[in-house]
C-alpha cells in the first residue's frame, strides 16, 4: 500500500489511493450516513455522521461528531462519554486571543480523538448581521478580520490533534428561520468584503480539511449547489484543496450539486429527498452528464484531507476519560470564560466587589444550580460534572432541551467571598427579590437568554419579564449588579440605573467560577465586544424582519436582502449611518486603565505596521486590547476597518511598545470583474483606539495602487 508512505504528499497518497479503488470504494466514500437512533450503522459510534472503513485499501471510517463548543453526545448514547462544553463564541471572540482561540480548538479535537472521532463538525464563522439570529452563539461576531482569525485559530487547535475540522455555513446563513428556504440576496463585492472574507482568513490560517455548505439559497442558488461559490471562489480563486461536505439537508440533487463543487453529502438517506449521491449520482456518471473525472476529484479531495490531518496515520484511539486530561480542558474553558466576558459598565466602581461586603443577594437565572447554554446540534449534554443541572425547562424537545451546564455562581460566589453571606433567590417572586436585595450590600442578578439553533429570536428583549425583576432589585438595592448570559446583544432598557453590567455570554462548564472570580476581583476584565450593542432594532439595518421567533403570527420571507448594509455590517453600519449604539464593537472595561500614544504607521512593500506605546495607568494588572482601524477615504462606501489588534498584559504602570501587523487586504477592495483585491492609491487614516468608537490617536499613510491575491 504505497499511499501509507507518510513521506509522499496527501495529494500524491491520495492519488495513487485512488488509482486503486473500484468505483463502488469511491461512491462509499461520498456519502455519510445519519448515526444517531434507529439509523444509526450497527458499528457507528452515535454522532451526527459515519462512513465505513475500507479495510481492503488501508482506509479508515470517517467518524463525524458535532463540535461547535465541545464534543457532543447526542441523547448521552455514547455511555461515559463527557466533554468540556467551551463557552459560545462570541466568548472565545471576545477574548481577542489567537492563543485562547488556539487553546479551545485544541481541547475539543483531541476530546474528539479520545471519543474515537476523527472529524469535527466545528469551525462556525457566518457573520452576525442581526442579533436575533438564533445561532449567533456558535458565531465569532460581526468583524471579517476578528472572527476569521480566531475561527481559523480554532481550527488549527482542532487539526493539531489529527482531527479533521470543517468551516461551516458557507455561506451568508446568518438568520436561522426558514434557512432551509431562504435566499440570501448580496451583491458580489459586498460578500467577498465581508462573510466571504472572514471565511478566507479562516480558511488560510486554519487549512479545514472540509468546508460545509449551507442550507439557504444565495442569490437565488442553493448553497450547496452554487457553482460560483464552490467552484469558482472557494476552489479555484482560493485554492482549496480540501471537500465540501453538505449541511444535514442540505442537498437537492445529484449531477448539478456534484459539477457545482459538492464532495460529500451528509445523512442524505434521513435528511434530504433522495441519497442523490448514490444511485442517481452513478446514474449520471454512467450516462456521461458527470464526468469521471469529477467523481475521482471527489473521492481525492475527502482522502487528501484526511491524510493531511493525520486521519490514516494517527487514528484516533477510543478511551475512556482521563481526569488530568478533564480538568485541563475545564481550565481552558474557565481561562475562555474569563477573558471573554464583557464589563460592559461598573459606575462609581462597585465592582470588583470588596473584602468589606458581607451580605450579597444572588438573585435569578438558576444561579444557584448553573449557567444556561445553547440549543442544537452544538449543545454539550454531558460533561464530567454531569447532566442539565436545570432539567425541564421548556421546549424539552429539539431545539432544545434548555441547557443549564452545572457550575452554579451562587456556589462559586460563596467560595470566592467567604467572608460574606451570600443568599439566593429564583427571581420568581419579584416581592421577595426585592426584599432580600434590600437587606443585602450588593445585589447580583442573573439575566438569561436562551437561544438555539433553527429558530431566530422575535426581538431584542430579554425573556420572561426579567427586565422588570432587574427593575425592582435596582429599586431596592442601588448597589445592582446585573450578570447576562445570552445569545449576544438585548436591549437594557435599566442601562442608566443599573451601575454594573457583565456579559458573561453562555460562559461554560466553568461559568461560575468566571463570574465569581470576575466579581470579586480574582480576574480582571478583558473582554472586548466582537459585535456591535444596539440600542434596539430600530438601529439595525432590517428593524422589522417577519416570522421570527416560535409559533410567529407573521410568515418569514423568502428572501433576506443583506444590500442594504451590504459589506457595512456591524459597527461600519453604525459608522455609515451615523448611529450611537448602546456599546460599540471592541468596547470593554477594565478594574484598570490604559493609556495608548506615540502612533506611528509605515509601509514597508507588502507589510504594513503600526507602532504605539500601550501604557497601564491603573493600580491593578490587567489586559489591553489595543485595535487599529482604516479610515477609507471620504466618498468610500466603508467608513472603517478593523485592520489589526494585539492583546497584551500589563503590570500598573507597566509601558511597553507594540507593533501590530496591518492587513493589506483590509485596506483593499474586491472588485468582481477581475476577481482580485486593490488598494486605490490614496492617502489612508489609520485610528488607534480601545474600541471603534473610541480613538486615542490617528496617523496617516500614504499607499500607491497595489493589486493583492
Ligand atoms: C447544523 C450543522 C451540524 C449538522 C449536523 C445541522 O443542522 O446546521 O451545524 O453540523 O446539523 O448535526
Redesign the pocket.
Known sequence: MPWMDPDKSPDARAALLVAAMTQDEKFQLLRSRFAIGEHKPAEALTA??YVAPIPRLGIPSQG?V?A?LGV?NPGGAREGDHATAMPSGPATASTWSREVAFLGGQTMGREAWRQGFNVL?AG?VNLQRDPRNG?NF?YAGEDPLLAGTLVGESIRGVQSQHVLS?M??YAL?DMETH?NFHSAQIGDRAMHESDLLAFRIALEIGEPGSV?C??NRINGVYGCEHDELLNNVLKRDWKYPGYVMS????VHSASKAALAGLDQQ??GEV?DKAVYFDRPLRMAVDAGVVPQARLDDMAHRILRSLIAVGAFDHPPQRQPPDADLDAAGFAVAQRTAEEGAVLLRNAGELLPLGADVRRIAVIGGHADRGVIAGG???MVGWTSRGPNAVPGVKPTTWPGPVMFQPSSPLLALREAAPQARVDYADGSDRAAAARLAREADVAIVFATQWSA??VDLPDMHLPDGQDALIEAVVAANPRTVVVLQTNGPVTLPWADRVPAILQAWYPGIRGGEAIARLLTGAANPSGRLPVTWPVDVAQLPRPHVPGLGFNPPQKPEDAIDYDIEGANVGYRWFAAKDLTPRYAFGYGLSYTQFALSDLTVHADGDRLTARFEVRNTGARAGAAVPQLYVHLPEDHPTPLRLAGWDKLELQPGESRQVEVALAPRLFADYDPTTRSWRIPAGRYRVALGQSAAEIAETATLDLPERTLD
Open positions: 451526527a455522521g463525524l458535532d461547535g457532543t463538525l462556525s445561532r456558535e470543517t461551516k455555513h446563513n434557512r460545509m449551507s442550507y449541511d444535514w439537508g442540505g451528509s445523512a435528511f442544537g446540534s452544538s439553533e433553527s
